[in-house]
């Protein structure tokens, strides 16, 4: 029988807050932290709000030598770090380094720290460009970077999938476990809030053009017209549940308990989109039925098609509103390679407080037949929970969580 | 008269372009202390090289870090290097 992979730690990092009980505290309650952008002057581009991480200083949090060579993503994730530790109640050291290791997930790399350095390879010249830019950037730096300064030499990578990938690099991390290593760090950020990472956000072609923070990112009602970017991410520490009760530990939060994966067809040929069958592998694999999940975290990417693509799965796999289905990043934006991770630890604290946290601002278009929480939070027992996330490109991932106990 | 490079040019440019590892103290004796015991590896080493050479006007030999370890050994091969730039008086 396969080792079971839970989640003892908790790191998160987003605009709603710094810190698991911060975080709670604001998503249960449906705060909205989408604003105009304020990180650069947005007034000359087509997009102008983003949900942005307010009051961090890296400075406060880690050492000197590590300022100079990292992106805002990556001392979101080293700080993110500390605190899953700390959270799991592990020092670093209390485990060999070659039995902890780190998978991430990246969208975009740190493209504020690529960002300064090519205006300073055009400005000044070549060499005024930091030889840090050699991996600052790159989308592995974040595995790489943590575990450099916490000591795990144990199996590592990063997963490179849009928001997919959140889900692929935690599903990887659940492989290292079962493999034998005991320890494993998984997760994503993001944060490319920033003029070079903005136009290439923009370029996607599915950014709000809304300057209303209440109006802008509405997937499922009848006004949708895009998403708004945001930053940040969280990082779940995961282990054997075996090896986590025998070292006492004080937060098992749930079980990573199965997984699906799939791509979608080439555009234009007219066959099923793949998200239905990523969520029926994802619930074989954890060895559930539809009428077992309690609530469905959507993708929720905000445009016609892609909202009609998922509504149509969850109701192909669960019926017409058979299942309560929620969209919490509607708070905080879409955080790329974060979002989905930042759901995996919501649907935990879901679990933990029994609540379901609501989709904020959207009135549901009669067009969808599921039971979104619009407005309000919704409590309820929740055992099961799925989330969902698809990647540009065609990638399509679900993970089940569910109650330990 | 020709333009010297201290060991306070050297402190201060590691701080700027690769910080100070937790624990070291730069302004304790280190003029001796090898440079991947003060915690910089080849990368820290090479940012620092590219910003002593903007600042100072000079191009460094690419072995001059392996060929020097410490600061104090640094510090006199980047001033023989200035030293046969700019004409004695």
Redesign the interface.
């Known amino acids: 029988m396969s080792a079971k992979a839970v989640v003892t730690g908790i790191g998160v990092a987003t605009p709603n807050g710094l810190g698991v009980d911060d975080f709670w505290a604001a998503t249960r309650v449906g705060k909205n932290a989408i604003e105009r952008v304020t990180r650069f002057d947005p007034e000359q581009y087509p997009s102008r709000l983003a949900g942005e991480i307010r009051g961090f200083e890296a400075e406060k949090h880690l050492?000197?030598?590590?300022?100079?060579?990292t992106d805002r993503m990556t001392r979101l994730a080293l700080v993110a770090a500390d605190c899953a530790f700390e959270d799991a109640g592990v020092q670093p050291g209390d485990i060999p380094e070659f039995d902890m290791g780190v998978v991430t997930a990246s969208t975009s790399g740190g493209f504020e720290f690529g960002q300064n350095e090519l205006k300073k390879l055009w400005s000044q010249g070549s060499?005024?460009v930091?030889?840090?830019q050699?991996f600052a950037w790159f989308y592995a730096v974040n595995s790489g970077q943590i575990s450099i300064r916490n000591g795990m030499r144990g199996p590592s990578g990063v997963v490179v999938s849009d928001h997919a990938g959140g889900l692929d690099a935690i599903a990887q991390a659940r492989r290292q476990i079962r493999k034998g290593s005991k320890l494993i760090f998984s997760g994503g950020f993001d944060a490319s809030i920033c003029p070079w990472g903005w136009v290439a956000q923009i370029a996607g072609g599915r950014l709000s053009t809304s300057d209303d923070p209440d109006r802008a990112y509405l997937p499922f009602d009848a006004a949708a017209g895009g998403y708004v970017p945001g930053e940040g991410g969280a990082l779940l520490i995961l282990e054997d549940e075996r090896t986590a009760r025998e070292r006492g530990a004080d937060n098992v939060y749930g079980e990573i308990a199965g997984y699906g994966a799939t791509f979608d067809p080439k555009p234009g040929s007219g066959r099923e989109p793949g998200l239905r069958r990523a969520i029926e592998v994802a619930l074989a694999d954890a060895g559930v039925e539809a009428g077992d999940v309690d609530v469905v975290f959507a993708d929720a990417a905000g445009t016609p098609r892609l909202d009609r693509e998922e509504a149509d799965a969850i109701t192909a796999v669960f019926g017409p509103s058979g299942v309560p289905v929620t969209a919490p990043k509607t708070m905080i934006g879409r955080l790329y390679s974060g979002a989905a991770p930042v759901d995996v630890v919501t649907a935990l604290l879901a679990i933990r407080e029994g609540l379901v946290p609501p989709t904020t601002n959207v009135e549901l278009s009669p067009a969808y037949d599921i039971d979104l929480v619009v407005g309000q939070p919704r409590p309820t027992s929740i055992r099961t929970a799925l989330v969902l996330a698809r990647g540009y490109g065609g990638y399509n991932s679900a993970v089940v969580v569910r109650a330990t106990d | 008269m020709s333009t010297q490079f201290t060991i306070d040019d050297l402190k201060r440019i590691l701080?700027?372009?690769?910080?100070?590892?937790?624990g070291v103290d730069l302004d304790g004796d280190i003029l001796d202390t090898d440079f991947e015991e003060l915690?910089y590896e080849s990368?820290?080493l090479?940012?620092t090289g590219?910003r002593i050479?903007?600042e100072f006007g000079i191009a460094l030999d690419d072995d001059v870090f392996t060929d020097n370890r410490t600061p104090r050994a640094l510090v006199a091969a980047i001033n023989e290097t200035l030293s046969a730039l700019v004409p004695q008086a």
């Open positions: 050492p000197s030598r590590l300022i100079p060579q060499q005024y930091s030889a840090y050699s | 701080l700027e372009g690769a910080g100070a590892e937790e915690g990368l820290a090479l940012e590219s050479e903007r």
